[in-house]
Every structure is written in C-alpha cells, then in structure tokens.
C-alpha cells in the first residue's frame, strides 16, 4: 500500500496520453492443445532497452487445461473516487482467469515485473459455490471492487441458470458474488463497460458454453441463438433498465467500448453481421452501427430510476501500455 494514490492513475485520458510510457506490457501464452500450462509472458517496451521487444520474464502456471483469455489489474483510475475508502491501492496485480477451467490467478508484478510471481489462486469450486457462474472472461476494475464477467452459469455445461457479472475484493481477493440483483431480460453474457460519473453499465451478450466450446454451432447461428442484444444497467442499484435487441442482422454482441470521455454519451458496440437473414441474398452488408450516436444517453434519459450522473465517482477512463484494469465489488476499486 502506498501513501498517496498511484501515480499510473490518472484524472481523464488526455492526462493519461501524457503521462510517461510504460516500460514493460503483459501478454498471456497458451497452449492449444492443453499439452502444458498457459503462461503469463513480460514483454520489454522500454525504447533503446538491450532488451526492447523481447520476452524477459515468464510465469507459468501450476496447472494444464486453463484457456487464458482477457485479463486486468487489481486498481486503476477509478480508485481516485472520493467515496470508495481505497485511495491509496496500488495498480500492482494483475487478475488472469481462466475460461474453460474457470481458474483464477492473481500475479504480483513487483517489486519488479521481471520478478512477477503467483500471489493467489482461486480454485473453481470458489468461484462455482459464490457466484453459480463459471467461464469467467473479461475483467474490469471499478469504484467498488473487480468486476468479472463469465460466460456460463452452474452446472457442468455451464447452463445451469444464466451467465453474469460477479465482484472480488480488491485487496484480498476473495469471490464476493453475484453482482446482479435484478438481470431482467439478461440471459447471456460476453462484455462490459460503463459511465462512472453518471452511473450506468452497458453489457453485450455472445453465447453459451455449448455454442462456443467446441467451436461455432451452425445450427444455431442460422436459427439467430447467439447473442444479439444489449443491456443496459443502472450500475449503483445493480439493475437492469432496458435491453435492446440489434436485430437478426447482428448476431453475437462483442465487445463494447465508451468514447473514453465521461462527457460523451456514446460508445460502440462490436458485432458480427449475420449475411444469411439480410434481405436480398446479393445486398452487401451495411457496415453503420446498429446503435444510434444518441442510444446511451437516450437509454438512460427517460428512466427517472436511474441516476444520471454521480457525485461519487470522479474517475475516468484510462488506457496503459500494460493490460487494463481490473473489475470491482462493493466499495473498492481495480483495473482491467
């Protein structure tokens, strides 16, 4: 812990655009055939380093079978928030889950990152009996904790129940659970992210285990039952405000990504456009958003439940040249 906030935090993108240049990126290594570990590899990005491009440190895990995917740190900007009772965390930890296994691995990357080393593992039997999800996949860091989000429910196919997001202590790192009290429409899930300041989350939904495990289902692609809505939350009362469906066009809702300015109220959301339902089997595919400029803000404006802006997050988003931050529970703070 450190006495003044972090100083890789910072207040808004362009302070962060700024700020001097990371000298190490992180990148995860698997192996395809769950032959040996998957690995978390140091890659020097220090110009004018002997070393600059190369790998120079590795952390293998203990495990086979794993399946990294995304991951993030432990805090980021948004520990900055006056409320949340961390301002003083450190982005130090990076948070690596592992989707097939359901495995989670928290590395410490000091005192140096050619020194990085497993700080903790969070066996699945964890994860299953706090949250009923598994297949965790993205991580998020946030005002209040690590938020990650899965891509299966319980059960040993993962569709016991649906998919969602669940939080983690951001210092301990202890499952807490479920993030979600009332999911609404919500039955799948892929991606998220949010406006801090004015207190929404936006989340996409792509498939489930089933679907994508053992590789893509034509059957189901051709029937539209993968993924194609949008769902929109009021972050602070964990609630889902309304779902919007992309269309049969617009089959499994990707990532979704802010325009990186809490002044903004519009964000972009990736698909992959389904040629077989347009019509005219010859009509190229129109490559405009399926969300209009103003959905975000016209999502949350009509919904007097749902808190605008929020006086309890000052916090902005941030990009580093390491991996993102994290995600975050109740009252806590993290990177992705």
Same mark, same amino acid.
């Given at each position: 812990m450190t006495m003044r906030p972090d100083p890789t935090f910072h207040a808004s993108p362009k302070l962060a655009m700024e700020a001097p240049s990371e000298d190490h990126a992180y990148t995860v290594l698997l192996s395809p055939g769950f032959s040996k570990p998957d690995a978390l590899a140091v890659v020097d990005v220090k110009p004018g380093s002997p070393t600059y491009s190369l790998v120079v440190h590795v952390v293998e895990m203990p495990n086979t079978g794993d399946e990294f995917h995304h991951f993030g740190w432990n805090a980021c900007s948004s520990s900055l928030s006056p409320l949340t009772g961390?301002?003083?965390?450190?982005?130090?930890?990076?948070?690596? @889950?592992?989707m097939r296994s359901s495995r989670i691995y928290v590395v410490d990357t000091k005192p140096h990152p050619t020194q990085a080393r497993i700080h903790k593992i969070i066996e699945p039997q964890e994860v299953f009996r706090k949250t009923g999800y598994?297949?965790?996949?993205?991580?998020?860091c946030g005002p209040e904790g690590i938020y990650v989000s899965t891509l299966g429910g319980g059960g040993k196919?993962?569709?016991?129940? @649906?998919p969602g997001i669940f939080i983690m202590d951001c210092e301990t790192f202890d499952v807490l659970g479920r993030w979600e009290i009332d999911r609404g429409a919500q039955q799948k899930a892929y991606d998220f992210w949010w406006n801090l300041p004015r207190d929404y989350m936006v989340s996409t939904e792509w498939a489930l285990p089933p679907q994508f495990e053992n590789g893509i289902v034509p059957e189901d692609l051709l029937a539209n039952r993968y993924g194609h809505r949008a769902h929109f939350w009021d972050l602070r009362a964990r609630r889902n405000v309304q779902t919007i469906d992309l269309g049969a066009n617009h089959q499994m809702a990707l990532e979704v990504r802010p325009a990186h300015d809490p002044a903004r109220e519009h964000g972009f959301i990736g698909v992959v456009i389904d040629t077989t339902n347009l019509e005219g089997s010859r009509r190229r595919p129109s490559r405009q958003s399926p969300l209009p400029?103003?959905?975000?803000r016209r999502c949350f404006k009509d919904s007097a439940s749902c808190r605008r802006s929020s006086p309890t997050s000052t916090s902005r988003w941030t990009t580093s040249s390491s991996t993102?931050?994290?995600?975050?529970p109740e009252r806590c703070a993290n990177t992705t």
């Open positions: 961390h301002a003083f965390l450190e982005r130090r930890y990076l948070i690596i @889950p592992g598994s297949r965790p996949h993205t991580v998020h196919d993962g569709t016991d129940g @649906p400029r103003s959905c975000f993102s931050p994290a995600g975050a």
